[in-house]
């Protein structure tokens, strides 16, 4: 993961443009015509479990699926940076980077 200032700043503006398979954004299209949307979190050969808004999960059976598919953007919301300031940015950067540098380097 890139941390410079320069690529997350990227990474924030344009979610999407380099964003890594695990965090797409999937659209299952149920049987009963029911529509989910979210990140693939698990795979069996028989169901999919995907990851949801608030952290919610939803497990179904490949059988009842009609129609998968990848909407090819990042879960992250696009236009995110317009309810920031300038000085909002600064800090959600120095916050990843921060965070980034605890992991890679534990106690």
Known sequence: TNTE???LLTSILDPSQ????KYLNYIILMDD???LTGMLAAETGSSLT???EEGKRQTVLRQ?????QSSGKSLMPDGLE??????D?????????AMHD????PD
Do not use: H, K, N, Y
């Not at 317009?82 to 000085?87: R, V």
């Not at 940015?89 to 980077?97: C, E, H, N, P, Q």
């Open 33 to 35: 015509g029911l529509t």
């Open 5 to 7: 200032p320069a690529a």
């Open 50 to 52: 995907l990851a949801m």
């Open 102 to 105: 605890q992991q890679a380097s």
């Open 64 to 68: 009842d699926i009609e129609e998968l």
């Open 89 to 97: 940015l600064s800090d959600l950067i120095a916050f990843v980077r």
């Open 18 to 21: 380099a964003v890594e398979a």
């Open 82 to 87: 317009e309810e920031l300031t300038p000085q």
